[in-house]
Each structure stands twice: as C-alpha cells, then as structure tokens.
C-alpha cells in the first residue's frame, strides 16, 4: 500500500522560508520523478518543481526560480523542497508525487502554505 506523507507546511509572513518534505512508502516500482505542484483557490493546479531521481535534474516555474530548491533522497524515498523569500502569491495547498515507471502518478494529501503580507 502507498503512502505520502508530508510536513512542513504553515503559516509565514512575505520574506520568510519554510521547508517542505515528502517521505513516500510501499513504492515498488522504479520512481523516475519527484516534486510538488500547488493550487491556489479558484486556480488550476500547477507545477512548482521537480527532480529527476536518477540525474537530479530539476525544473521550476518561472514564479519559484531563484526562490524555492527541490532535493530528493532516494535511499528513504523522500523529496524537500526549500521555500524561501516567500510572497503573499505562493499562498496554496501543496501537493508532492512520486511519478514511476510504468507511468503512474502518486499523490500527497496535500499541505497548507500560508504567506501573509
């Protein structure tokens, strides 16, 4: 049985920095990419970030760049993400994956971020 779970999340005023983790279980087929999305009320849910798990490649949006750092630990199969400079628009509930191969997506339950202004 698959399991996400994930930390990190909270409240913090524009400027501050919080660190995301996602530690995932029961995974057995070859996880190819890790990373978050986030959705935002009345918005779509976007892609912040990912890593490949073999090369470590990572890729933002345009919004986080500079600001946020993906890593992963593939040993405990778990995936941070570092936020820092935080503004009142990173504001969403924050959703990690695990995507394998087979392709199949797993999901996060999802954390809360709040930035105030």
């Known amino acids: 049985q698959v399991q996400l779970v994930e930390s990190g999340g909270g409240l913090v005023q524009a400027g501050g920095s919080l660190r995301l983790s996602c530690a995932a279980s029961g995974i057995t087929s070859t996880i190819n990419v890790m990373g978050w999305y986030r959705q935002a009320p009345g918005k779509p849910r976007e892609l912040v970030a990912s890593?490949?798990?073999?090369?470590?490649?990572?890729n933002y949006a345009d919004s986080v760049k500079g600001r946020f750092t993906v890593a992963r630990d593939n040993v405990k199969n778990i995936v941070h993400m570092e936020m820092n400079s935080l503004k009142p628009e990173d504001t969403a509930v924050y959703y990690c994956?695990?995507?394998?191969?087979?392709?199949?997506?797993?999901w996060g339950p999802g954390t809360q971020v709040t930035v105030s202004s």
């Open positions: 994956y695990f995507q394998t191969f087979p392709a199949r997506i797993y």
């Open positions: 890593i490949s798990s073999s090369s470590g490649h990572t």
